[in-house]
């Protein structure tokens, strides 16, 4: 190949692709993250490109709220304009980009002066009581063999831990000393947490490694998509009518926490999450002493003159 024929980057192409690399060797954030941030990106430096801004140093004020307008008129495949979380993404990855720029002396817009589209508050599903109980059970009624005893093992852990469909697939044999009721997991950004698992749990995982004779070093070896299946199907024969899956399970674990009394940043920890902010979703439903002002005074003088 000539080098007439090499297509020259631009510098803020040539930034992005830094970047991405800096998230991948020095953040080690997975294929998946790192292929949406490329994305994200790239449809920010082609916009930019058209109105022949091809410099980080370019980046301005006007040119994100251009941006921001594109992305609010763009059509989706579902609906007339994507939606407001999905422009979020774009604007939080062009955020974190130019935090990159900063730190390595480029002269460009502040990260600070760009904001997000504001959102509707994110509806949380979550199993509670009867309906948790018996996706809990399904296994043992509709799977046999080492199937049902790893199924029921799967569900016990995804409940008392908490875990991240990809965490879970990826979880080996040897992360879990069976003797201690905690363990430690690699998250995001290869960060590492504390995870506890419930007296249930570890039964079902001894039983189920018990039976084990094959030298797989995985816990569970199945895939993630294979994982949502099961949970999704075990769900249907629980006579559950909502879509119900993994991320399902971990909502219901941090729901169960904070309806028992613990702290919001207790449970954040737990999850793994970063920022408050993502834990804060689950306030809203699990806020125990709105409910009980509400016993103790919403109709008081109709209950005390019956």
Same mark, same amino acid.
């Given at each position: ?8 980057? #631009?510098?803020?192409?040539?930034? +992005? ?13 997975? $294929? ?27 980046? #301005? ?25 999905? *422009?979020?993404?774009?604007? +939080? ?25 504001? *959102? ?27 199937? *049902? ?16 469909? $990809? ?8 992360? +879990? ?20 698992? #419930? ?26 998509? $294979? ?24 909502? $219901? ?12 940043? #207790? ?40």
């Amino acid at each position: 190949m000539s080098e007439k024929t090499i297509k020259k980057l #631009s510098p803020l192409d040539q930034s +992005i692709n830094n970047f991405l690399e800096y998230l991948e060797v020095d953040r080690g954030l997975s $294929s998946l993250t790192l292929r949406n941030y490329g994305f994200f990106l790239k449809r920010f430096a082609h916009f930019a490109k058209e109105r022949s801004i091809t410099k980080p140093e370019n980046i #301005s004020k006007i040119l994100v709220h251009q941006f921001r307008l594109y992305l609010n008129r763009l059509p989706a495949r579902s609906s007339d304009q994507i939606k407001k979380n999905t *422009q979020n993404y774009h604007l +939080i990855a062009l955020r974190t980009f130019l935090k990159y720029l900063i730190k390595n002396d480029v002269k460009t817009l502040e990260p600070e002066k760009i904001e997000l589209a504001k *959102q509707a508050p994110r509806q949380v599903d979550f199993l509670e009581g009867s309906d948790l109980e018996r996706i809990l059970e399904m296994p043992i009624e509709h799977a046999k063999g080492l199937q *049902q005893l790893r199924d029921k093992a799967m569900l016990e852990t995804l409940f008392s831990t908490g875990l991240r469909v $990809s965490e879970l697939a990826k979880l080996k044999v040897e992360d +879990i000393n069976l003797a201690k009721p905690e363990f430690t997991v690699r998250g995001k950004g290869s960060k590492l947490r504390l995870v506890f698992l #419930s007296e249930t749990a570890r039964y079902w995982i001894k039983k189920y490694l018990a039976e084990r004779t094959d030298p797989e070093e995985r816990l569970f070896p199945i895939t993630p998509r $294979s994982i949502e299946r099961l949970v999704s199907r075990y769900a249907r024969l629980a006579g559950i009518m909502k879509r119900v899956t993994p991320h399902t399970m971990r909502h $219901s674990y941090a729901t169960d926490l904070l309806m028992n009394g613990a702290d919001i940043r #207790s449970v954040q920890a737990m999850l793994g999450h970063s920022s408050i902010t993502t834990t804060q979703v689950y306030t809203h439903i699990t806020d125990q002493q709105l409910r009980d002002v509400y016993k103790a005074f919403h109709a008081k003088r109709r209950r005390n003159n019956n």
